[in-house]
């Protein structure tokens, strides 16, 4: 039991420093666009973003649930094995976390604890220990299906954002209006990662005290939210801004209007999905709106190949965590509990601060910095000069019909003075 005990202490630590590397590498793509538009100031944006994701974990505790009693099967794996299990699979998600941080990588952190999840259980356990139909229901299809709807929604709130303001085609920048409104859709996308992204911590450290007895039901217990919500803050505030502070280059193009769009997108579809008790990557959801707020725009093109970069980044995180879980697993299993989790939380603490050393040696550029949110604003090219709209057309075609009939009565004006001066 004391073994028990001490693993499930190392668990909960070791997930609250994966919260933590949360906020500082998710989080700040809730005030990507703002920054990019010059609505927020950095530091600003990130306190703003700090609070509110201390506030929305307290909101929701679905996407807790989730994971605490729907994609593991707790009842098929011994009680002795399992906190360890966790453990490893922690492992791998901050392992992914902090190497895709210092190489600049999209990625979702969400994704890589469920990969670190279920690459440990499988070693660990067995398949069957894994509910496949939670992890496609829940996981797999939210992560396809989100980025595309809230791409098709913020679209949609561009287009008519703009169709709304065409008077102010021709100033160089008449829709300033919008940038108020980004402080609070940014703010509302903030609150919504807390409701999500805090949560799948939460959801580990219950599933931890299940295994051993300490916890029967599926709720999170209160210092367990109070914890995980202040850590997530805290990660925010503490590192979010050295991310964020490249964010801007990457979402130079980016209007008010846009930004506006591509956020209240974002906030709406993470707040029904953590409603719902859906697991999403705010990256991925926050990349959609922005690709598709640049879509709403007259003129743009899609780089497909930028496109296609940020999908694998997507794709691999899930393989490349579960990987590193599985290898942790590996290692409690050859070596026994004890020596194992004392090995792989050495190993832990190491490549972290290995990463953070490395990290501290460079300057704060796209190469160890970048967001997949910045990405997506590259993923979109909008031309300088686009066509005009139908409404503008036909405006010019008044304006020339008008022109030449001017011109044929200055005509017919001259022909006839002409006339009367020969008679």
Request: glycine residues 10%; charged residues 10%.
């Amino acid at each position: 039991m004391e073994t028990a005990a001490l693993i499930v202490v190392l668990v909960i630590v070791l997930a609250l420093f994966f919260d933590f590397t949360n906020g500082f590498h998710d989080t700040a793509n809730a005030m990507a666009t703002p920054i990019a538009t010059g609505a927020l100031k950095p530091k600003v944006a990130v306190l703003l973003a700090a609070l509110l994701n201390l506030v929305g974990a307290f909101l929701s505790t679905e996407v807790a649930k989730t994971i605490s009693g729907g994609i593991i099967h707790e009842d098929q794996i011994s009680a002795t094995i399992f906190p360890s299990i966790i453990f490893a699979g922690l492992i791998g998600a901050i392992t992914w976390n902090m190497l895709t941080w210092l190489l600049g990588l999209p990625s979702s952190s969400s994704h890589a604890l469920f990969g670190g999840l279920i690459g440990a259980t499988l070693v660990g356990a067995s398949a069957a220990a894994i509910d496949l139909g939670v992890v496609m229901s829940k996981v797999v299809l939210p992560a396809l299906i989100a980025p595309l709807t809230a791409g098709i929604i913020a679209f949609t709130v561009t287009k008519i954002a703009y169709a709304m303001t065409r008077r102010y085609d021709n100033k160089p920048d008449g829709r300033d209006g919008f940038r108020w409104g980004q402080i609070f859709t940014s703010s509302l996308v903030a609150l919504a990662h807390g409701t999500n992204d805090a949560q799948k911590t939460m959801g580990v450290i219950t599933l931890a005290l299940i295994t051993v007895g300490w916890q029967t039901s599926s709720q999170p217990q209160t210092w367990v939210i109070f914890a995980c919500a202040l850590t997530i803050a805290l990660g925010t505030y503490m590192g979010g801004w050295r991310i964020i502070r490249t964010l801007g280059k990457g979402l130079t193009d980016v209007k008010p209007a846009q930004g506006f769009s591509a956020e209240a997108s974002t906030a709406s579809t993470i707040l029904a999905s953590s409603a719902l008790g859906f697991a999403l990557s705010t990256t991925q959801v926050a990349s959609g709106s922005v690709i598709g707020s640049g879509l709403g725009r007259r003129g743009s093109t899609v780089r497909w190949r930028t496109v296609g970069r940020i999908m694998v980044g997507w794709v691999l995180t899930l393989p490349a965590s579960g990987l590193v879980g599985a290898l942790a697993a590996l290692v409690v299993v050859w070596l026994g509990q004890v020596v194992g989790v004392l090995v792989c939380a050495v190993a832990a603490v190491a490549i972290i601060l290995t990463i953070f050393l490395r990290s501290r040696r460079n300057a704060v550029t796209s190469a160890n910095a970048m967001s997949g949110v910045a990405d997506s604003g590259h993923a979109v090219k909008v031309t300088r000069n686009p066509p005009p709209t139908r409404r503008q057309r036909v405006r010019a075609r008044e304006q020339a019909a008008a022109a030449a009939e001017a011109a044929k009565d200055a005509a017919a004006r001259v022909r006839a003075d002409q006339n009367g001066s020969s008679t």
